[in-house]
């Protein structure tokens, strides 16, 4: 299946503001409930796709992390498991406002951000961990928004 981010819409079927129920309708392969959130509320996995889809309230979808095998792609570009460098270059060039952090970076612009543990001492390595989220999911979870 594919997985086109969609700026602040959202990545493939899924899309922000999704019921739990629609989500999975729309990812049909096995889900197991996870705790993984700050919000309180579950959140789904879907392990066969590596999906993590959290939710706020009320228990509507807010974000959508990926670790493969399922891999976004915005514009074309797919990101895991590629190296961090040439992402990050890639990513800078569309957005130069793109926070840099240890493990990654954050385009709060396109809505998504790259997770590579070692993102600033070994760039070379590959890209681990996709997160794409909708407008003000970061403020809403006390995160920097770039101030």
């Given at each position: 299946m594919d997985y086109e981010i969609e700026s602040y819409v959202g990545v493939g079927p899924i899309r922000f503001g999704m019921s739990r129920e629609d989500v999975r309708k729309a990812v049909t392969s096995p889900v197991?409930?996870?705790a993984r959130t700050s919000s309180g509320?579950?959140?789904?996995?879907?392990?066969?796709?590596?999906?993590?889809?959290?939710?706020?309230?009320?228990?509507?979808?807010?974000?959508v992390e990926f670790s493969g095998p399922c891999s976004p792609?915005?514009?074309?570009?797919?990101?895991?498991?590629?190296?961090?460098r040439e992402?990050?270059?890639?990513?800078?060039?569309?957005?130069?406002d793109a926070l840099l952090e240890n493990a990654g970076l954050t385009s709060h612009k396109f809505?998504?951000?790259?997770?590579?543990?070692?993102?600033q001492k070994a760039?070379?390595?590959?890209?681990?961990?996709?997160?794409v989220f909708e407008k003000g999911?970061?403020?809403?979870?006390?995160?920097?928004?770039?101030?």
């Open positions: 197991e409930t996870a509320i579950p959140s789904d996995f879907f392990p066969a796709d590596g999906i993590f889809v959290y939710y706020r309230q009320p228990g509507i979808t807010e974000a792609a915005f514009r074309g570009e797919h990101f895991l498991g590629r190296p961090y992402l990050e270059d890639w990513i800078r060039k569309l957005d130069p809505g998504f951000g790259l997770y590579a543990p070692s993102a760039p070379e390595q590959p890209v681990e961990g996709v997160l999911y970061y403020d809403q979870h006390d995160r920097s928004a770039g101030e």
